[in-house]
């Protein structure tokens, strides 16, 4: 049964982030259920000093726990060439953190922030869940 709710923020600055948000937004509605994905846009780095990169807010269920939905993230990154060089050096293929997980806040710094929080009040504002 799907009844594991996830909010998961999605991340990309290389030169094909366009591309990989796309291929990441498959990925990952082809694992949860009743998928609804927010636009993709634009946001200046955090650090302000990066590039530019494209988000996308994705809220879906899914049947496995926490840790295996983490995992499934987290090796999808590694599978887009991200490695811990790279995201020491600020350059990032595909960045995937669960924010929120069943009503709970796990990531409350990404929750704050911009690049998550537009998408999930468009998320919001059209009524994909509600608000805890």
Same mark, same amino acid.
């Given at each position: 049964?799907?009844?594991?709710?996830?909010? @998961? !923020?999605?991340?990309?600055?290389?030169p094909d982030r366009e591309y990989?948000?796309?291929?990441?937004?498959e990925h990952i509605c082809g694992y949860l259920s009743k998928c609804d994905i927010s636009s993709v846009y634009e946001s200046?780095?955090?650090? !302000?000093? +990066?590039?530019?990169?494209?988000n996308a807010v994705i809220h !879906?269920?899914?049947s496995q726990d926490y840790d295996s939905v983490?995992?499934?993230?987290? +090796? &999808?990154?590694a599978s887009c060439g991200r490695t811990q060089v790279d995201t020491l050096?600020? @350059? @990032?293929?595909?960045?995937? +953190?669960?924010? @929120? &997980?069943?009503?709970?806040?796990?990531?409350?710094?990404?929750?704050e922030r911009?690049?998550?929080?537009?998408g999930y009040?468009?998320?919001l504002s059209k009524g994909s869940y509600e608000i805890m």
């Open positions: 049964m799907d009844n594991n709710s996830c909010t @998961i !923020g999605l991340g990309s600055n290389t990989q948000i796309k291929k990441a937004i200046p780095a955090f650090n !302000g000093k +990066d590039k530019p990169y494209l !879906g269920y899914a983490i995992k499934f993230l987290k +090796d &999808w990154e050096e600020g @350059i @990032i293929p595909i960045d995937l +953190d669960l924010v @929120i &997980w069943n009503q709970h806040i796990k990531r409350p710094k990404d929750f911009h690049y998550f929080n537009q009040r468009e998320l």
